[in-house]
């Protein structure tokens, strides 16, 4: 019986395409970045040499998962080579391997920026700041920080 309701709730996660849950230790905030002033290929950002509509979203793959299964995205910051946005990623733990891409919100078709794969180490949560230099992002700035405890 109890492995029928656990294939139930999988097939239920899997249908509905809801994400699985990851309590993380740690919480990843995405504070900032710099953005090359043209694509790689030279070309602008948007028609009219108008400046890229950057986001970040990050993703973590649980064990055995072909793809990431816990998410999470920033807001777009609209028109900026010097985007802002202070704001909680993802959760996360020692040994998790996390995706980071910053994109281009398009109309069509988002234009990514650069992409890097980070794995989580007592390192990285010790210096508790991390500058990443990758594809057109000369610079993104995260930091990691513990989870405040629930309030009582």
């Not at 010097?82 to 994109?103: C, F, H, R, T, Y």
């Not at 920026?113 to 390192?123: F, P, R």
Request: charged share 25%; proline share 5%.
């Amino acid at each position: 019986m109890r492995n029928l309701l656990l294939v139930t709730i999988a097939a239920a996660i899997v249908f509905t395409g809801m994400n699985a849950t990851h309590a993380g230790d740690y919480e990843i905030t995405a504070k900032s970045a710099i953005i090359a002033p043209a694509k790689a290929g030279g070309a602008d950002w948007d028609p009219f040499k108008g400046k890229p509509d950057p986001f970040v979203w990050a993703g973590i793959k649980l064990k055995a998962a072909p793809e990431p299964t816990v998410k999470g995205e920033t807001v777009v910051a609209k028109d900026t080579l010097m985007p802002e946005w202070n704001a909680q990623l993802i959760e996360v733990s020692v040994g998790d391997e996390m995706i980071i891409k910053v994109w281009d919100k398009d109309l069509a078709q988002n234009d990514i920026i650069g992409e890097y794969k980070l794995e989580i180490t007592k390192k990285l949560i010790e210096d508790g700041e991390l500058k990443l230099a990758f594809g057109q992002v000369k610079e993104l700035k995260l930091t990691i920080k513990a989870k405040a405890a629930p309030a009582k």
